[in-house]
Nanobody, 119 residues
């Protein structure tokens, strides 16, 4: 089992930047694939970015954030990051950190952090 705590959300103007952090504890962080999802009221939680186990591992992004967002991980610090640049109002959402134990088919979620982008 792993516990996840997100931080770094807040209010930013359109075109600005934020960096989200997700600190993990309770298990071996480096054995989990990590991801960021986001959700707004009345909508399904959607994938934003994923990164595989290794530091500097393979990544994939939602089309809507390609070229603007970057996911990375530091296994020594048990932390995954989401650097968000050129933010748009449509990026406004609660952002959730995800740890995926693919061998067991289990997902773990953080509590979420609010990102609000003003127009």
């Amino acid at each position: 089992q792993v516990q996840l705590v997100e931080s770094g959300g807040g209010l930013v103007q359109s075109g600005g930047s934020l960096r989200l952090s997700c600190a993990a504890s309770g298990s071996i962080f480096s054995r989990y694939a990590m991801g960021w999802y986001r959700q707004t009221p009345g909508k399904q939680r959607e994938l934003v970015a994923q990164i595989t186990v290794r530091s500097g591992g393979s990544t994939n992004y939602a089309d809507s954030v390609k070229g603007r967002f970057t996911i990375s991980r530091d296994n020594a610090k048990n932390t995954v990051y989401l650097q968000m640049n050129s933010l748009k109002p449509e990026d406004t959402a609660v952002y959730y950190c995800n740890a995926r134990d693919t061998a067991r088919g289990i997902d773990y979620w953080g509590q979420g952090t609010q990102v609000t982008v003003s127009s």
